[in-house]
């Protein structure tokens, strides 16, 4: 059974940075493409960042463009998503998602995501 693990989510300021970890077990995992979400209070589930199985693509939002990477490390099972810049509007919970398919290629919708963590609080003040 596949298991994401979130960890890294926090209380920061404006204009401060946070990076948040999601390891993952229970299957191999340098297959897969990766992902991060966010939801905010009242508001629907956004696609945050994306990373390729091998890792050679990323993809991110208009929102979060420039601001997030999001890096993968195959030995140790993990993604990693590094977050400057961050903004009150940054503020929501964070999860982790790992695709349903293996070699996936490009963009994915959130309906190839089949597994979920269960996501991490960063709260961005002013």
């Known amino acids: 059974q596949v298991q994401l693990v979130e960890s890294g989510g926090g209380l920061v300021q404006a204009g401060g940075s946070l990076r948040l970890s999601c390891a993952a077990s229970?299957?191999?995992?340098?297959?897969?493409?990766m992902g991060w979400f966010r939801q905010a209070p009242g508001k629907e589930r956004e696609f945050v960042a994306r990373?390729?199985?091998?890792?050679?693509?990323?993809y991110y939002p208009d929102s979060v463009k420039g601001r997030f990477t999001i890096s993968r490390d195959n030995a140790k099972n993990t993604v990693d998503l590094q977050m400057n810049s961050l903004k009150p509007e940054d503020t929501a919970v964070y999860y982790c998602?790992?695709?349903?398919?293996?070699?996936?290629?490009?963009?994915?919708?959130?309906?190839?995501?089949?597994?979920w963590g269960q996501g991490t609080q960063v709260t961005v003040f002013s």
């Open positions: 990373i390729s199985w091998s890792g050679t693509n990323t």
């Open positions: 229970g299957r191999t995992f340098r297959t897969y493409g």
């Open positions: 998602a790992a695709d349903r398919s293996e070699f996936y290629p490009g963009l994915a919708s959130s309906d190839e995501y089949a597994y």
